[in-house]
């Protein structure tokens, strides 16, 4: 009887170590598995341009920074806080396709987790220039459009003729995306104003999920309506 019992206790304790190895494997795929899927799907979708990334000698450096502080996604550009005459602080946006609606953009400032940030100095939406805006983005599968912390994690999923709309000062915008391309945060070209039409660039940091933020993802959309 003794011995039936023991046999049970260790059938008991080998279940649950079992039970115990599948769950940790299941959690280790689902959190790497979504960055290898975009170097070999998404990524492939997208041409990286201009300068290759110079990483820091110590690459642990870019582990410890904190990406819900905009200003850490382009560490070479001006720190520029002008928005000219503008008296509006928040505006909104909405990406149906990713199923953002609403979504608070702020002129300026640093934390990601509390809204969008439109990088100061860029043209105000629906004014002739580029409005630059930046979305942090997490691991897909912790999705969430109102979560500010994962917003932009599915942008990579927008493609060309998508919509974007934006309600700036009582007005409304509807933006049609143009192109995709990934670059290094060194390039700040993509700051840069055109003063032909008005457009918006969105950014975000992919692999969405990869702690170490390689590249940046623009998506330009020009105005429409």
């Known amino acids: 009887m003794r011995d039936l019992n023991n046999r049970k206790k260790r059938n008991i304790i080998k279940f649950s170590a079992l039970i115990s190895g ?17 170097q070999l799907t998404e990524g492939n979708r997208y041409k990286t341009l201009l300068t290759p990334l110079i990483l820091d000698k110590d690459d642990t450096q870019t582990f410890r920074k904190d990406f819900t502080k905009a200003s850490n996604w382009f560490p070479e550009a001006p ?23 609403d979504a608070v953009v702020a ?25 630059v805006i930046f979305g942090h983005s997490i691991l897909p599968i912790f999705y969430n459009p109102k979560n500010y912390t994962s917003i932009f994690s599915t942008l990579p999923t927008l493609k060309e003729g998508d919509d974007i709309f934006i309600e700036y000062d ?5 933006f049609k995306v143009e192109e995709l391309f990934e670059i290094y945060p060194s390039d700040i070209q993509i700051l840069e104003q055109n003063p032909t039409d008005s457009f918006i660039t969105l950014v975000t940091c992919v692999p969405p999920g990869d702690p170490r933020n390689p590249k940046r993802l623009i998506v330009r959309a020009r105005v429409v309506l």
């Open 170 to 174: 009582g007005v409304s915008y509807k």
């Open 107 to 131: 002129l300026g400032g640093e934390d990601l987790t509390k809204n969008l940030v439109q990088y100061p100095g860029t043209a105000l939406p629906g004014k002739n220039g580029n409005a």
């Open 79 to 101: 720190k520029n806080k002008d928005f000219g005459s503008s008296k509006v602080s928040f505006y909104t946006i909405s990406i149906p396709k990713l199923k953002i609606q």
């Open 22 to 38: 599948i769950s940790g494997l299941v959690i280790l795929v689902s959190s790497v598995w979504p960055i290898i899927s975009y």
